[in-house]
């Protein structure tokens, strides 16, 4: 059984750019987490989503950041309009629908903003 | 709101001597707790977790913790380090099990 499994591990883009961080969840889970992590901070709660409904969306920021668990493929985390400030390392986590407190994590995007 | 603090940004210990990590949340409700380690350039691998019943939880690489309700306090211990141990440390806590607080992490080395 693969585990979370995220892409790209590495992401450069230029202010002003989009950027897009895909989440594959392990199989059998329903729900999806996405934290950021700043450098030498713990990780931060963004979002949660089952497929095709956002769950809890209190941790994402109001403007340029979006994100989906469609019905089929994978969950995205969208970053429009990149600011340097958006450079951190983004992960990704599932949970069967029956232990939700039992969160699996990816192993990370890292996201750098020149 | 739940927080959790981890008081000590580094720790560091001699190879084969004991180590505890401490970690105090706070909360009005009863909450899950867990810990996690990371690896450099990795993602977080949960070390255990206490969800309810027995106080002292063990998890994987001879670790464990024990849930302290007084003192708001889940502490994670290992009575003998290895070098493989060198890693991030981070606890968290969830009132429903969806969205996890995390403490800023404690930098664990091993000195051979």
């Known amino acids: 059984n693969a585990g979370v499994m995220q892409n790209p591990r590495h992401l450069v883009r230029r202010r002003g750019q989009e950027a897009r961080l895909r989440c594959s969840p392990m199989?059998?889970?329903?729900?999806v987490y996405w934290y950021r992590q700043l450098p030498e901070e713990g990780l931060k709660f963004m979002v949660y989503?089952?497929?095709?409904?956002?769950?809890?969306e209190s941790g994402m920021p109001k403007e340029r950041f979006s994100a989906e668990f469609p019905k089929e493929g994978p969950s995205i985390l969208r970053i429009q309009q990149v600011v340097r400030g958006d450079s951190a390392a983004y992960f990704c986590?599932?949970?069967?629908?029956?232990?939700?407190?039992?969160?699996?994590f990816g192993p990370g995007t890292r996201l750098t903003v020149t | 709101a739940q927080s959790v603090t981890q008081l000590d940004s580094q720790v560091p210990v001699f190879e084969e001597a004991p180590v505890e990590l401490r970690c105090n949340y706070s909360?009005?409700?009863?909450?899950?707790l867990f810990w996690y380690v990371q690896y450099p350039n990795q993602g977080l691998q949960l070390l255990l977790k206490?969800?309810?019943?027995?106080?002292l939880v063990k998890g994987i690489n001879g670790f464990e913790a024990e849930f302290n309700k007084s003192q708001t306090s889940f502490h994670l211990r290992k009575p003998s380090v290895h070098i493989s141990d060198t890693a991030e440390y981070f606890c968290?806590?969830?009132?429903?099990?969806?969205?996890?607080?995390f403490g800023t992490g404690t930098s664990l080395t091993v000195i051979p």
């Open positions: 989503l089952q497929k095709e409904n956002i769950i809890d």
């Open positions: 986590a599932s949970s069967p629908p029956s232990r939700v407190y039992e969160q699996y």
């Open positions: 909360s009005s409700v009863s909450v899950y």
């Open positions: 206490y969800l309810s019943g027995s106080t």
């Open positions: 968290a806590v969830s009132l429903t099990g969806n969205q996890f607080y």
């Open positions: 199989k059998g889970h329903s729900h």
